[in-house]
């Protein structure tokens, strides 16, 4: 397993932690497609911002700070799709509050497959 | 997207949307705060996008409303319910290609905040502060 070629040097740091547990991630399509699971970096989207998060996606710990999500931001998908995360899947590091997680996935990875249970937000 | 009901506006004192605080990042900044040409505030709250371009409604803001949204005391549709509103269209390299001053109350339902929601969840499980 390994992580793309073209990610910045030293891109996860090496603080990242390997992959493990359960997350929630906002998707737009039941079931999730490769497009739900798409980072910046995979889209060529916001260039100035920091080249190494551009690599990961965000994810939750908590199902509650997706519905949170959801709320604040309508259009990123009214569908929660949660995922078990395990070592051969990449990298994860707390990035941000309260359980805002970026998971760098390994190259090889179905990102898609990985989270098969999905709920409608109503 | 959803067509801008809005009238169309020259932001020259705005080219690029570079987040001075970021307030919430999810595959990147979300909602921030930045400022213009002249060192004025803005609070940008992000509402759609496309591969080549995103959408923020963007309202003028202070460092006291900035307090209130970061301490629970405002939700985020209240903190945009600003007497200016526009709504900013950035390529991908953060500079603005478009704007828009816009009602907040004509634009679409789903590219604002659920009521009553505010900046962080753990905000939502805790009495007013300050």
């Given at each position: 397993?390994n992580?793309?070629?073209?990610?910045p040097?030293?891109?996860?740091?090496?603080?990242a932690?390997p992959?493990?547990?359960?997350?929630?991630r906002l998707?737009k399509?039941?079931p999730?497609?490769?497009?739900?699971f798409k980072?910046?970096?995979?889209m060529g989207t916001?260039?100035?911002t920091d080249?190494?998060l551009?690599?990961g996606?965000?994810?939750f710990r908590?199902?509650?700070d997706?519905?949170h999500?959801?709320r604040?931001?309508?259009?990123l998908g009214?569908f929660?799709?949660?995922?078990?995360?395990?070592?051969?899947?990449g990298?994860t590091?707390?990035?941000?509050r309260?359980?805002h997680?970026?998971?760098?996935p390994y190259?090889?990875?179905?990102?898609?497959?990985i989270?098969?249970?999905v709920e409608?937000i109503? | 997207?959803?067509s801008?009901?809005g009238?169309?506006?020259?932001?020259e004192?705005?080219?690029?949307?570079?987040p001075?605080?970021?307030?919430?990042d999810f595959?990147?900044p979300r909602t921030?705060?930045?400022?213009?040409?002249e060192n004025e505030l803005?609070?940008a709250?992000?509402?759609?996008?496309?591969?080549?371009?995103v959408?923020?409604i963007?309202?003028?803001?202070s460092?006291g409303l900035?307090?209130?949204?970061?301490?629970g005391?405002?939700?985020l549709r209240?903190?945009?319910?600003q007497?200016?509103?526009?709504?900013l269209?950035?390529d991908q390299e953060?500079?603005?290609?478009?704007?828009?001053r816009?009602n907040?109350?004509?634009?679409?339902?789903?590219?604002l905040?659920?009521?009553?929601?505010l900046?962080?969840?753990?905000?939502e499980?805790e009495?007013?502060?300050?």
């Open positions: 397993m992580f793309p070629d073209d990610w040097v030293g891109c996860p740091s090496q603080d932690e992959a493990q547990g359960e997350v929630y998707v399509t039941n999730p497609g490769p497009q739900d980072t910046n970096h995979d916001r260039k100035n080249p190494c551009r690599c996606l965000s994810v908590q199902k509650v997706a519905e999500l959801y604040a931001y309508p259009r009214k929660i799709a949660k995922g078990m995360l395990k070592p051969e899947h990298v590091k707390q990035t941000g309260p359980t997680t970026t998971w760098w190259e090889q990875v179905d990102r898609a497959a989270f098969p249970d409608e109503i | 997207m959803w801008i009901p009238r169309p506006i020259k932001f004192h705005l080219k690029a949307l570079q001075l605080q970021v307030l919430y595959d990147g921030f705060t930045f400022l213009d040409q803005y609070l709250h992000w509402c759609d996008e496309e591969s080549d371009r959408r923020y963007a309202v003028p803001f460092e900035l307090t209130r949204l970061e301490h005391q405002m939700s209240e903190a945009l319910d007497p200016r509103v526009w709504v269209e950035v953060g500079q603005v290609q478009s704007g828009w816009v907040l109350s004509d634009l679409p339902e789903d590219v905040p659920r009521p009553g929601t900046l962080l969840p753990s905000l499980n009495p007013l502060s300050g």
